[in-house]
Each structure stands twice: as C-alpha cells, then as structure tokens.
C-alpha cells in the first residue's frame, strides 16, 4: 500500500475535475415532478452525454441538488476508476484490462479506516426533525410507483452472525417522511443478510448513502464476491482505505465526505407496497410487490447536499454504459480464470442491459474453442444471470460494434448448426419475458451463436471484400479532408 491517507469518497472535488474536462452542465429550475427526469434521460441518449448538476429545483432550497448522467462518458468513467484519462471507449476498455481481478486480489490490504468525523455530519437529523422529503427526490418517469431518493445510493448493512458489512446499489422509495422502502433482489447480498435478521427477529441495521465519489455506487452496483465488503474493493481502486464514520444508531461504515445518509432499521414483518420502477433491461416487469421498509431515526447531511441519482430505463440508461464496460471487464476475466486462450474481446452490450446480449471475440487456436468460449462467457458466475444471446465472433470482428457483430451472425453462422440452446437457466422474475414461460421458477432459455468462421473450413473460408487496414489507413490518412467531413 503507497498511500496511506484515507479517501473520504467526497463527490464535491470529482465534480470540479469534471467540470475542467468541460463535461458538466448546470440546470437551474427543473421540477422534481418528471422535467429532471425527462432531461436527464434524453441527455444520456446523445452521443457525447455530459454529466448534469440541477439546482433551484422548485419547492426545494437553493443548493439542494441532483447529479446524473455521472457515469456516461469514457473520459469520467476512467477518472472514477482512477485509470489516468482516457477520452474513447476502447483506451478505457484496454486500461481496465486485468483491473477487477487486481483489484479483487487487492481489496482485504484496503480495511476502511474511522476517521471519528466528517463533513457527512454537518447537518444531523434525529426525531421528530427526520424529514426525508426534505431532499429534491425526483419522480423519474410518469409510471413510477414513487419518488425514488435512491437510485445512484449504496445501501451499507452488516451480517447477522458476522463481521461482514456489505454495500449494494438498491432502490429506495420514499413512504413518508421517515420511512423508506427497499428493493432487493432475492440472491443480492443485502436480501441474504436481511433474510437472516427476519427468521431471528431481529431488527435489520441499514445506512444509505445518498450521494458521494460515483466510485462508490459503481462498485456497490456490480458483483463483488460474497463476504467481501465493497468499501475495501473501492479502497483497492484507490490504493488507499475509504475514510468512513460509524452510524450513530447501526454503527455502520458510512464514507466521511457522503452527501447525505439515511440511517434506521428494516423491522421483522414491515413490509410495504413498493414500486413499480422500471429495471435496467428498459420495463417495469411485473406488479408492484411488498418490499422491506426501513424507519429512518437519523439523517446525516452535508451542506448543500447532492443526491446522486441514476436511475434506470430503456437503454441506453443512465448507468447502461458504465454497466457495460464493468461487466465486459469482469466476464473477461472471468474466461480467463476459467482458462479460455486467446480471447481478443468481450463486450456486454447495453442494450441487453449488459446482461442480455454478451460477445466475446476470439483468435481461434482448435476445434471447439468458439463453443467453449460462448458456453462459458453464457454460464460463469458472472454471466449466467439473466443471459440470453451469446455471440462468438472471430478477432477481426469488433465485439462491441453491433454493425460488424450481426454481419458476423449473418455470414458466418448457420441456424442449424451454429445455435446451441440452453433450457432451463439462470433467468429472473424480472425478466420482461417470464410472462410467456412455462415454467414455475425464475429459469429461462439462452442462445449461444458460432459466428466464427467454421474451424473445419477456415483456411478455404472466402475473404472478406474491402480495403486492407494498410489501404484504409494511407487513404484516411491522404482523404482526410473528403473522409473526415
Ligand atoms: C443504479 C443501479 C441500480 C440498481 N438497483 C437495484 C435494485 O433496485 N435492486 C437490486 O437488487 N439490485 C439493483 N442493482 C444491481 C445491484 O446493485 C448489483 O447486483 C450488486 O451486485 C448488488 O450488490 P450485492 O452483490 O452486494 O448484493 C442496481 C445497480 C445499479 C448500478
């Protein structure tokens, strides 16, 4: 470890680095009631999305604000994950290579250290003064169930029988003015935890944090191994600890720089109605159920305090291309770990919700390597949630260029051959899909398409028709006044 001072996980510093690439654009008087929402949705579709910072949200105090879109460019996504700068998705991609497994290895060196104070506590609520309405919570789109305060958040909680905290990015809707609900997915690591406390009848110790370093609800939003806590993995990241301030009331970690912190307890057998919220995949899937409700006893909040919001959408979504490039670096280690050669690329399209509809790109060495690629990127820890298409494509093919990937799929697949079906996995009650299944538990079917050229037939495979990367590259480089324009 080089540095030892701890990282307070302060979001204000980020933002002016943001603001100095010119990648930051402040909204003054957006209605909470859908107007902030709907401009941050129909930012992220553009093809440069820079972040948003509103202020003067009507009925609320002036320097009470809402971020989004933080996460939605390669120039900001490398700087939350402390790669140096990179201004094009493939610099990103090839930087992050090898990253999570480092980071993973890492992470038990990187023990959170309590700093006894922190900016967090310059505003504390408890009681009566408790108002969690008081923060500029948005209703995203017209079909939500509620106002949802956490979107971008990471809901900190601890283990009933051990020491383990964990840090997981669910949402969290407002009920009333102390009282949240929360959604998590059984299987989530917060679920198993909470699960716990309930069979003991235990009150279950939750802490919220609202807003702070977009590198924390990255990292609490993507699968880190069970009993690992997310703030160590984020400390690996930084090479330095996360500086954190215990709960008054849990005695959770909470990161000393957090914007604001909700802090209560899930008690046995107060659940309530929560949702409909849309999911990553682009659809509110089924009816709105019962969730965990927290009672919120204590509000923690900086000056001016700024909620992180990302919520979701039909792709591409706030955190659509962020999930997108973790999740390709994570699979590509994950093949890796499971000892597929040669593998030139992965990319977990947003579309498919970086979930859904995965590529790999592979140099082909032997006969059957594209099937063991596909069957694996499909079926790893990682991958086997929810996947559904599982492309293989050869290394000329760029995984994360659709054009190419489904020319692939056109020219070098054959239906009958090529597509291996897998029944009966690893699917969801969230998925979209379920409504027409046949079966009674969360299972679905998945598709594994060899678009690799036959290994049987490649040296007679008929070449590609276009100019030579050589050719392409002297006449860019000669045209560029025709080409570039
Ligand atoms: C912005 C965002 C919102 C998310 N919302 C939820 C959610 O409401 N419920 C849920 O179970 N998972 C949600 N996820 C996914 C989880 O955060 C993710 O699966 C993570 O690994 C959970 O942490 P855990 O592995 O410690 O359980 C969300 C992820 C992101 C990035």
Not at 86 to 101: C, E, I, M, N, Y
Not at 252 to 266: D, F, H, K, N, R
Not at 274 to 288: I, M, S
Request: charged letters at 20%.
């Amino acid at each position: 470890m080089t540095n030892k001072t701890p990282d307070a996980l302060d979001l204000r510093p980020w933002i002016e680095e943001v603001r100095a690439l010119g990648e930051l654009v402040e909204v003054d008087g957006a209605d909470w009631n859908l107007e902030l929402g709907a401009i941050s949705e129909l930012n992220v579709k553009r093809a440069r999305p820079p972040a948003l910072l509103f202020d003067r949200i009507p009925g609320y105090a002036d320097g009470f604000r809402v971020m989004t879109c933080s996460t939605s460019s390669p120039a900001r996504l490398s700087s939350i994950l402390r790669l140096g700068h990179h201004d094009t998705h493939a610099g990103l991609v090839q930087a992050l290579r090898g990253k999570p497994r480092q980071w993973q290895t890492q992470a038990p060196d990187y023990e959170p250290v309590d700093v006894g104070t922190g900016p967090v506590f310059e505003n504390v609520a408890s009681g009566a003064d408790v108002d969690v309405e008081a923060f500029p919570a948005p209703l995203w789109h017209e079909k939500d169930g509620g106002r949802y305060i956490g979107t971008g958040c990471m809901v900190v909680t601890r283990d009933l029988d051990s020491d383990w905290v964990n840090v997981g990015t669910y949402r969290v809707m407002i009920h009333d003015r102390n009282h949240v609900g929360l959604d998590m997915i059984p299987g989530k690591h917060g679920a198993i935890q909470y699960d716990k406390h309930m069979k003991a009848g235990k009150p279950f110790p939750v802490a919220i944090v609202i807003g702070c370093d977009p590198l924390g609800y990255l990292i609490s939003g993507i699968e880190v191994p069970f009993g690992m806590c997310e703030l160590n993995y984020i400390g690996a990241i930084l090479q330095r600890p996360v500086s954190v301030v215990k709960g008054q009331l849990t005695g959770l970690p909470i990161p000393s720089g957090a914007e604001i912190v909700l802090e209560g307890w899930a008690h046995p057998g107060d659940e309530r109605i929560e949702g409909p919220f849309g999911e990553f995949h682009g659809y509110y899937p089924g009816k709105p159920a019962t969730a965990p409700v927290v009672t919120i006893e204590r509000v923690y909040y900086r000056d001016n305090p700024i909620i992180m919001g990302s919520p979701p959408a039909k792709p591409p979504n706030d955190y659509s291309y962020s999930k997108a490039v973790m999740r390709s670096a994570l699979l590509i280690d994950a093949l890796q770990a499971a000892g597929v050669p040669d593998v030139a690329g992965v990319w977990a399209h947003e579309i498919g919700g970086a979930r859904m509809f995965n590529v790999v790109s592979i140099r082909q060495r032997y006969a059957g390597h594209a099937r063991q690629a596909g069957h694996i990127l499909n079926q790893c820890g990682v991958g086997a949630y929810m996947s559904r298409y599982t492309i293989v494509v050869d290394d000329d093919i760029d995984p994360s260029n659709m054009q190419e990937v489904m020319w692939a799929v056109a020219t070098r697949s054959d239906p009958e051959l090529d597509i291996d079906i897998i029944k009966r996995g690893m699917g969801s009650k969230n998925d979209p899909m379920s409504i027409a299944y046949p079966y009674k538990a969360p299972f679905n079917s998945k598709a594994i398409i060899d678009a690799c050229r036959p290994y049987d037939f490649i040296d007679e495979f008929p070449e590609v028709a276009e100019a030579s990367k050589e050719l392409q590259q002297a006449t860019l480089a000669k045209w560029h006044h025709i080409l570039d324009k």
